[in-house]
């Protein structure tokens, strides 16, 4: 396994550099990274960006509003927080396996003291709080696994810039945005910084202590279509935000895969401008399904005919077609 040392804290570079290695890289190697955000909003693949965040508070506290291109919920991010990646040529045994790519990350948080486990669909949990948040997104014989690690990040913070939908805190059972995540700094056995959590981290995930011999280093080549991504998708307003425009229908649900919201208007009968959000998890870009729907007549059995003959299954993980017509029509 290789690894790409990165001090980068523009989450904007960041992103890039992991869609790189996804889709560009060269490389027959499976790659592990570790990097870190400066404060920023990192928004799932398939959200409404503008629904997700306080949008005053992020232009007055200069935060960043970075699209990703793997589904799940918003996150807030900070030097407090690091993110690990995942980049592999396997499958087989991969396809919306967390568990695969989470125990490595448990295991290493075991051996430093913290008492880390699986949770839910996606997360791995400290006494019931969250610390990592997970989700995954693939290309041709290649797949990304990402994730978070909240080490020592400003909690207070997350509140304020994140706009939480009422369904989705009212599913989990609590409060507030803060009651449900923590740090891991108190649990560690030894009082450590987060350079020396991160050499720790890496090494364990490696398997090796001798981090150089793993290193893959970006030539100028590299970097050059790394800034092209930067500067053609992760600048862009396009991406980060496309348009939200007043949408005349918003039917939304919250099923086992998460929740799923479509927005469209219906002229003539007929469905016009569809847009799907949510925090669900999936490994297809959306435009194709949004497509099919588009055009449709908004009538239950004309939907059913259509979406029967789609992949639902690479669209929304966990999510059924009885789902999505109870989320349209029910």
């Not at 989450?11 to 889709?23: M, Q, S």
């Not at 990040?153 to 994140?162: E, G, N, T, Y």
């Not at 803060?178 to 987060?194: D, G």
């Not at 396009?238 to 919250?254: L, Q, T, V």
Request: some cysteine; overall charge negative.
């Amino acid at each position: 396994m290789k690894t790409i040392l990165n001090d980068s804290k523009d989450p904007r570079f960041n992103l890039a550099l992991e869609e790189y290695v996804l889709k560009y890289l060269p490389s027959d190697e499976d790659f592990v990274l570790l990097w870190q955000n400066a404060n920023s909003v990192i928004i799932g693949r398939n959200q409404n960006t503008i629904e997700e965040i306080n949008t005053a508070y992020v232009k007055a506290h200069d935060v960043q509003v970075v699209r990703r291109i793997t589904g799940g919920g918003a996150v807030y991010h900070d030097l407090g927080n690091l993110n690990f990646s995942f980049v592999t040529t396997s499958l087989k045994d991969n396809l919306n396996n967390y568990r695969k790519f989470t125990d490595p990350v448990i295991h290493a948080l075991n051996e430093m003291g913290v008492p880390a486990s699986f949770s839910g669909r996606n997360d791995i949990v400290v006494e019931g709080k969250k610390i990592s948040g997970n989700a995954q997104s693939y290309y041709k014989n290649k797949m990304l696994h990402h994730g978070t690690i909240l080490f020592d990040a400003d909690l207070s913070i997350i509140a304020d810039v994140l706009n939480v939908k009422p369904d989705k805190i009212a599913s989990k059972g609590i409060k507030s945005n803060r009651a449900r995540v923590t740090n891991i700094k108190p649990y560690l056995k030894e009082s450590i910084t987060m350079v020396q959590f991160k050499e720790r981290l890496l090494k364990a995930l490696l398997g090796d202590d001798n981090i150089l011999s793993h290193v893959y280093s970006l030539d100028r080549d590299d970097l050059e279509k790394i800034e092209q991504l930067v500067r053609e998708r992760y600048r862009t307003w396009d991406w980060n935000y496309g348009e939200s425009p007043e949408f005349s229908i918003e039917k939304s649900g919250r099923y086992a895969g998460g929740q799923v919201s479509f927005h469209f208007n219906v002229k003539d009968g007929r469905i016009d401008g569809l847009k799907i959000y949510g925090d669900f998890l999936g490994s297809q870009a959306l435009e194709p399904l949004e497509e099919a729907m588009n055009g449709a007549l908004y009538e239950e059995h004309a939907m059913r005919k259509i979406l029967e003959k789609q992949p639902l299954d690479m669209y929304f993980f966990n999510i059924t077609l009885e789902d999505v017509l109870d989320c349209l029509f029910g």
